[in-house]
């Protein structure tokens, strides 16, 4: 999981550069301020349950762990701007270093790129973080149209963590479905991609309603990178 993480930080650094340096130097901000990976790792883990021998996840795996990621930082950068956050991952935001403008634009160019290289695993996995972006933005409407709401229900709630967390952290276990490392190379089983998406997004309900106590990070092991 080690070697298979730091290729997914090569690829990250790979997928955002650009012929503009300064475009560059934005889109790649957060990604060298470290972070926990959580999706990556839920996406090599999701590819070694389909794979029978204990290699080094595919090229295809980490694709799609380097897309799952991606589309977190972009609606990272996205959520500052509407936070009005000064600082993400123990430096400055881009919004507050760069200003709103450059922030939305930066975020939009990382979900450009996510989707690049969703493409290229094929239709299926293409679709899939095209729905899981929707649900992002599903989810964070719904979050600000309840903002300071003191009658909102606890359906209300669910629905927004469903689409600002769960929904990512659901596809990132299964960015790879329809290129596993097997010898047939076909799709996987419904019901394996089924039982890995609704684990973690049953985990990732558990982080927002436990970061919203205080309490989410608990569980989580201590990596060597810099905590958001």
């Known amino acids: 999981m080690e070697g298979d993480l730091a290729r997914v930080e090569s690829g990250l650094l790979d997928a955002v550069r650009s012929a503009d340096p300064f475009l560059t130097e934005i889109a790649s901000h957060l990604i060298s301020a470290g972070g926990k990976r959580v999706r990556p790792g839920f996406s090599i883990a999701a590819a ?17 762990a380097v897309a799952v990621e991606l589309v977190h930082l972009g609606s ?3 959520d500052d701007v509407m936070d009005e956050a000064v600082v993400r991952r123990t430096v400055d935001s881009v919004n507050a270093r760069w ?3 450059k922030a939305i634009l930066a975020g939009d160019y990382l979900l450009a790129k996510a989707s690049e290289l969703a493409s290229s ?44 967390t769960a929904s990512l952290l659901g596809t990132s276990r299964t960015p790879t479905s329809t290129r596993q490392p097997s010898a047939s190379n076909r799709a996987a089983p419904s019901s394996w991609a089924s039982t890995c998406r609704s684990g973690a997004r049953s985990t990732g309900r558990v982080i927002r ?17 810099p905590a958001r």
């Open 121 to 164: 695993l094929g239709v299926e996995v293409a679709s899939l973080l095209a729905r899981t972006i929707a649900r992002l933005c599903e989810g964070q409407l719904l979050e600000l149209r309840h903002s300071f709401d003191t009658t909102r229900t606890e359906e209300s709630y669910l629905q927004a963590i469903e689409g600002k």
């Open 48 to 64: 070694a349950t389909a794979s029978r021998t204990d290699a080094p996840a595919s090229t295809d795996a980490v694709t799609g």
């Open 76 to 78: 990272l950068y996205h």
């Open 99 to 101: 200003g709103n403008h």
């Open 209 to 225: 309603i436990g970061g919203g106590a205080g309490i989410g990070d608990w569980w989580l092991p201590r990596p060597s990178l």
